[in-house]
């Protein structure tokens, strides 16, 4: 079947049915895919740039560059809730816990918060001073959490600190993170492969290496050379955990998890964003100006 041309696209997120994908340009959209259309447009604030579905695809998280974040219906569009945090700044993509009960955002003034999705009362926070957050990442059911932490540039100071991870239990405040074994002059994006074990990587001045690697320490179970665009770097494993998505210069490439098969390369022009559903069914593609959505063959994968 032809790809489902999505228009401009910033993100690109699945519901967990796998029935309909998420957009983001000037407004937000939810696409049937089964009808091949759009379900319903809203513009619930300004600049949408991340989202994430609960867990039972009723309702989806929306933030803004601003790092304000809602709570829509997934079935009609209508605004639910406004967790009215627009102080908090711009930050990472939200987390929904696996179970449903809690919202995870960070900011890139260093700030980690997780709320009640219900009611948005903040039951944790902590703050890295000097420190952007540009990753939060839950798998492994919501026991297994990592967070990226890039120093800022200083004042006077020619080289800044490495970035590095720290790996967390769940709830957050029962114990304090433990500090992964590695570290990266400069990280671009980051992945936690579903089963929590591996965390994927693109890091390094141009030329830039994607890297699978092993979350308890340990050598690279693969690495490649990528070439990052103007336009996005973002990496994303499938739900099944067979696959990885990196959007590169002019294209984006689908590797075998694994052991880094390139299976498909799909050029495209300005992408910015990579998704699958968790059915194996369909991959997303993001653009700046045209996004499409189509039928995933995981045959290769095997």
Not at 18 to 25: E, H, I, N, S, V
Not at 191 to 213: D, F, R, W
Not at 236 to 261: K, N
């Amino acid at each position: 079947m032809r790809p489902l041309k999505i228009g401009r696209s910033y993100d690109v997120v699945f519901d967990p049915a796998g029935a309909c994908c998420l957009t983001f340009g000037r407004d937000v959209s939810l696409w049937d895919l089964s009808a091949r259309k759009k379900a319903w447009t809203s513009h619930p604030l300004k600049h949408p740039s991340h989202a994430a579905f609960t867990p039972d695809g009723t309702g989806c998280v929306v933030k803004s560059t601003s790092g304000r974040m809602v709570l829509l219906d997934s079935g009609s569009g209508k605004l639910l809730r406004d967790y009215e945090n627009e102080s908090m700044g711009e930050g990472c993509a939200p987390v929904v816990s696996p179970c449903g009960g809690f919202l995870v955002d960070a900011s890139w003034d260093g700030v980690l918060t997780a709320r009640r999705a219900d009611s948005g009362e903040v039951v944790f926070s902590r703050a890295w001073p000097g420190e952007m957050i540009t990753g939060v990442h839950a798998a492994a059911g919501g026991l297994a959490w990592v967070t990226i932490h890039t120093p800022k540039q200083t004042n006077g100071v020619e080289t800044r600190p490495p970035a590095y991870g720290l790996r967390w239990g769940w709830p957050f405040d029962a114990a304090d993170p433990e500090r992964l074994r590695v570290e990266w002059p400069r990280v671009w994006s980051t992945a936690l492969s579903p089963c929590g074990a591996k965390l994927a990587v693109v890091s390094g001045q141009p030329p830039s290496e994607l890297a699978v690697i092993p979350i308890g320490g340990g050598e690279p179970a693969w690495s490649r050379t990528v070439a990052i665009g103007g336009s996005g770097d973002a990496v994303r494993w499938s739900p099944c955990g067979r696959l990885l998505g990196s959007v590169q210069d002019g294209c984006v490439v689908v590797y075998r998890a694994e052991d880094g098969e390139p299976l498909l390369v799909s050029p495209l022009e300005y992408p910015c964003s990579v998704a699958f559903d968790g059915t194996g069914a369909h991959a997303a593609f993001g653009s700046w100006q045209q996004g499409v959505v189509f039928d995933l063959d995981l045959a290769a994968a095997e």
